[in-house]
């Protein structure tokens, strides 16, 4: 069978709540430096994720390989800088109208290296109006390294919540 690639937004992408796209992300929030802490467990996941969903502009990218979801992705325009304990978003950020979160991108280990986290994120990226993207990226996960060589840079620090990790905040300017 060969990969499909397949976007959708609005009420289709609720399918980032089903059995799946949970057991995926449980999967990656297995894995060292995550180890699957109280922040990555199913009732998080899907509370916050459920929230998410519902914001306009959801748009959620899925990789499969007939009937086996290999990797997925998911993001949502934000009209500020992150929440929680955040270092000031930088100058063009900030005068920007707007930018897009990248909130989720999880690849089964077994097809990594392949393209594929690399396809989503254009495939997510791909059309959004907003000047620049974002992600939070844990210093320590392998994915941090990963969006650097993507073009990605630096620009800060947040805590989300009291009970996550310091992340690495990255952006990005997008086409257009």
Not at 108 to 120: A, E, M, V
């Amino acid at each position: 069978m060969g990969l499909e690639f397949r976007r959708v937004t609005g009420e289709a992408a609720a399918q980032v709540l089903d059995e799946r796209h949970v057991e995926l992300y449980l999967a990656t929030r297995a894995e060292p430096p995550y180890l699957s802490g109280p922040l990555y467990q199913p009732d998080r996941y899907l509370e916050r994720t459920g929230r998410q969903v519902k914001r306009p502009g959801f748009t959620a990218v899925s990789a499969e390989d007939g009937p086996i979801l290999v990797g997925f992705a998911f993001g949502v325009p934000l009209a500020s800088w992150w929440g929680g304990h955040a270092t000031p978003a930088p100058p063009e950020v900030t005068e920007a109208s707007s930018l897009f979160a990248v909130i989720e991108l999880n690849v089964c280990q077994d097809h990594r290296n392949q393209g594929i986290g690399r396809k989503l994120l254009d495939e997510l990226l791909t059309g959004q109006e907003a000047p620049y993207a974002t992600v939070l990226a844990n210093p320590a996960a392998p994915a941090h390294d990963m969006y650097l060589r993507w073009g990605w840079r630096k620009v800060g620090t947040v805590q989300a919540t009291p009970d996550a990790m310091v992340s690495d905040a990255l952006i990005r300017k997008l086409p257009g």
